[in-house]
């Protein structure tokens, strides 16, 4: 049974830097494709990065250079650092996989604000 459970956002200045965490169980997060999307209050849910099996990234325009997604497969985690954090980088950030396309996690809380 596939479970994702997301961490690691908090209340951050602009400028300022949060890793995110999402660890998995029920699968090994190195044989999928693994996404990190993101909702902010009224608007609908994008993709923010993703990763596929071989390691290959790829990044909304929104966030390039700035937003860096990792695995680390001993732990089964997946990474989100996100730098240079921006007011509208506030949301709540998901991660998904290709091996459960339908399952949602509840998400971490990211505010980005002085």
């Known amino acids: 049974q596939v479970q994702l459970v997301e961490s690691g956002g908090g209340l951050v200045q602009p400028g300022g830097s949060l890793r995110l965490s999402c660890a998995a169980s029920?699968?090994?997060?190195?044989?999928?494709?693994m996404y990190w999307y993101r909702q902010a209050p009224g608007k609908e849910r994008e993709m923010v990065a993703f990763?596929?099996?071989?390691?290959?990234?790829n990044y909304a325009d929104s966030v390039k250079g700035r937003f860096t997604i990792s695995r680390d497969n001993a732990k089964n985690t997946v990474y989100l650092q996100m730098n240079s954090l921006k007011p509208e980088d506030t949301a709540v950030y998901y991660c998904?996989?290709?091996?459960?396309?339908?399952?949602w996690g509840q998400g971490t809380q990211v505010t980005v604000s002085s």
């Open positions: 990763i596929r099996v071989g390691g290959s990234t």
């Open positions: 998904r996989t290709t091996r459960d396309y339908a399952y």
């Open positions: 029920g699968f090994t997060v190195s044989s999928y494709s």
